[in-house]
């Protein structure tokens, strides 16, 4: 696996940083560094979400999805969505 070059975040993604509070945001970097080290952590997901990677991490002692995508071959990280479980997966199909 080959070390990640590039990271890229979605307007929906920057959007959803902006709204996090500075201790968050450590807890958001911590999450990511996680990810440009091994970017197979997250769950890949399946059916119509087949291009999403979902890792989980805790912001703030509170359970937080990070969708992102990976690939290999441009070694891309791109973080794609934030946000706590509830009605996680059904605002992603609809933002993409």
């Known amino acids: 696996m080959a070390k990640i070059t590039q990271v890229l975040q979605t307007p ?8 996090l509070q500075q201790n968050q945001k450590k807890d958001l970097d911590k999450a990511v560094n ?5 970017p197979l952590l997250g769950v890949q997901k399946k059916g119509d979400l087949t291009f999403l990677r979902v890792y989980k991490c ?3 002692k509170q359970l937080t999805l990070l969708g992102y995508s990976y690939e290999d071959g441009t070694v891309t990280l791109e973080l794609m969505a934030l946000g706590t479980h509830e009605n996680f997966y059904r605002d992603i199909k609809n933002i993409f």
């Open 12 to 19: 929906t993604f920057k959007k959803a940083v902006k709204k």
């Open 34 to 38: 996680e990810l440009i080290e091994n």
């Open 58 to 60: 805790k912001m703030n």
